[in-house]
């Protein structure tokens, strides 16, 4: 028998097709994907759980990206200093897909587990169980701020009359190369520093 035209549609060529739709536009749909794929919208169905479950699979591909092995080492708060910046810089690859994901809740079995590895290593570092997801979050809130400010440009204040705002003028002249780096480094420093004060008062 002679080889299909097409090769055969698979979870994994659905979820690269919707994540290039995503990317290209912030959003997909299943005909979308389907017609970029050469196949009927049934098809596409056969293989996934609706349209719930392509974004799984995105979330999957994109979380992949992140290195949870940084979670079973050293110090709590290093830690989870190094899971922030692989985190950051695995959706900073794909900043049209921050929205779409944030807004869904999360089920993907293998993204689970890196959180289930976050929550055992802040109970281990003596953590009171209510301030656990609390501290995730935070850093969740910091994490994919700083990479939609990868996304944005590096001159994202334009002043067309310096003299209406010096002050302003003075402080953007003075800023330097990377400004989204450094405003995500000052940003985690100072949430480490009060979840350490977090451990200390409890």
Known sequence: MGRPRTP???????????????????????????????????????????????VELLRE??????DSGSLDHGPWDTAMAAWARSYRAAFAAHP????????????????????EKAVGLLLAAGFPLPDVMPVIIALENLVLGSALDMAAPERMWELSDETATPQLARALGALGEGRADAAFELALAGYLAHCREMLTDG
Request: glycine share 6%.
């Open 8 to 54: 055969l549609l698979d979870r994994a060529r659905i979820t690269t097709t919707a994540l290039e739709l995503v990317d290209e536009q912030g959003e997909f749909s299943v005909p979308q994907i389907a017609r970029r794929l050469g196949v009927q919208t049934a098809s596409v169905y056969h293989h996934v759980d609706g349209r719930d479950g392509i």
């Open 96 to 115: 049209r897909a921050i929205p779409l994901l944030t807004t869904s809740p999360v089920r993907a079995p293998k993204v689970l587990e890196q959180y």
């Open 61 to 66: 591909r994109v979380a992949a990206a992140i």
